[in-house]
């Protein structure tokens, strides 16, 4: 079946550190979407990509859509405190069916 | 709109026993799905439904009922639970599967944290 690479699996970063984790996949998505998952709550979407090489940014956070359409990645400029959460991508193929990454777990390091 | 809504928010179970996991979205969603979530293995689809009265399996469907009577309601059936069904499961919807874009975005409940002792 289709596979779906995240990484990294954890980042430890300092407060105002940027941030950027990225998804491979073994086949071509037609979509990209990345999501933040608070402690206790259920994912929430934070950018959509529909088109490759699309670049999206929602506030400091800025997502790509890879030219080849295996990959994407996310980044986060200045982090903040309440940035620490898992976040996961999520892409969907020619079925529409989503599959999802393992998760990008971020930590402040106090 | 309350969005997608999931009871209970915690429930602990002896193994054997059953019950029913609530899902309900008030968005006239045409999809629905149950996710687990377990740690280190990110999200696995278990049951999904295209509309009413249309179901499928997921990843991960053994031990897992489902069905869609209406378009607001999905819930999600545990027949004899298992201690390897201690989870956190979520509820999830979008406009689509058929189409593509903002149709496939998909809106999540709350979650439900089920132990099954």
């Not at chain 2, 509820?91 to 689509?96: G, K, Q």
């Amino acid at each position: 079946g289709q596979q779906l690479n995240q990484s990294p699996q954890s980042m430890f970063i300092q407060e105002g550190e940027d941030v950027s984790m990225n998804c491979t996949s073994s086949s071509i998505f037609n979509t990209w979407l990345w999501y933040k998952q608070d402690p206790g709550e259920g994912p929430v979407l934070l950018i959509a990509l529909y088109k490759a090489g699309e670049l999206t940014s929602n506030g400091r956070l800025t997502a790509q859509f890879g030219i080849t359409r295996k990959d994407s990645f996310l980044n986060i400029s200045a982090s903040i405190p309440s940035d620490v959460g898992i976040y996961f991508c999520a892409g969907s193929d020619s079925n529409y069916q989503l599959i999802w990454g393992a998760g990008t777990k971020l930590i402040i390091k106090p | 709109n309350a969005g997608v809504t999931q009871t209970p928010k915690f429930q602990v179970l002896k193994t054997g026993q059953s019950m029913t996991l609530q899902c309900a979205q008030d968005m006239n969603h045409e999809y629905m799905s149950w996710y687990r979530q377990d740690p280190g293995m990110g999200l696995r689809l278990i049951h999904y439904s295209v509309g009413a009265g249309i179901t499928d399996q997921g990843e991960v469907p053994n031990g897992y009922n489902v069905s869609r009577s209406t378009t607001e309601d999905f819930p999600l059936r545990l027949l004899s639970a298992a201690p390897s069904q201690t989870s956190v499961y979520f509820c999830a919807s979008s406009y689509s599967r058929s189409r593509s874009g903002s149709y496939n975005e998909q809106f999540f409940g709350p979650g439900t944290r089920l132990t099954v002792l």
